[in-house]
């Protein structure tokens, strides 16, 4: 999906964190993770960091809870783990440390998805919100959904060109008292 009416403002560059829960994938084999740090720098943002854990919620819990204490992370989006087995944790280690919700993001990946596979897409738990005011997404863990998360949604929102209004902007307001 195209940006929505980007401006001649100048671009700035977002440092975003990258976390794969799974169980199984190396390194070797996270094409979501890859995927997302692909898409995030070509978009000419950085990457803060890159992290696999498992799909334990506390292992989740702490891996965010500290980036979200670095101020220099400004966007966090983790992939897996959103789905309705048993071991699928993610929104359930992410909500406790959310000072915000941003429902939206998860109502607006769901119709997007609802196009691509259907009914399907009611699995999907993913979740957007502000944490110390620091922006966390948690997507599905396919590359399909990453493409659907990044492309439909975040890349526009994290543009700061992007008008009328997007995430980017509001960064330095989200610790506002």
Known sequence: MAHDNITNREFV????????????RTEATDKSGALLCERLTKAGHKLA?????????????ATVANWIAIPEVQIIITTGGTGVTGRDGTPEAIEPLL?????????MFRAIS????????L???????????TYVFCLPGSTGACKTGWDG?????LDYRT???NLAEMLPRLTET
Do not use: H, M
Request: aromatic share 4%; hydrophobic share 30%.
């Open 114 to 121: 609802e196009k691509e596979i259907g009914a399907s897409t």
């Open 123 to 133: 699995q999907s738990r993913c979740l957007g919100g502000v944490a110390n005011g």
């Open 153 to 157: 949604i975040l890349a526009s929102q």
């Open 49 to 61: 960091d890159k992290k696999i854990e498992p799909d334990d919620i506390y292992r989740i819990r």
């Open 13 to 24: 560059p977002l440092n975003i964190a990258i976390l794969t829960i799974s169980d199984s």
């Open 163 to 165: 008008r009328p209004c």
């Open 99 to 107: 000072d915000k919700r941003v429902e939206g993001f998860g109502e």
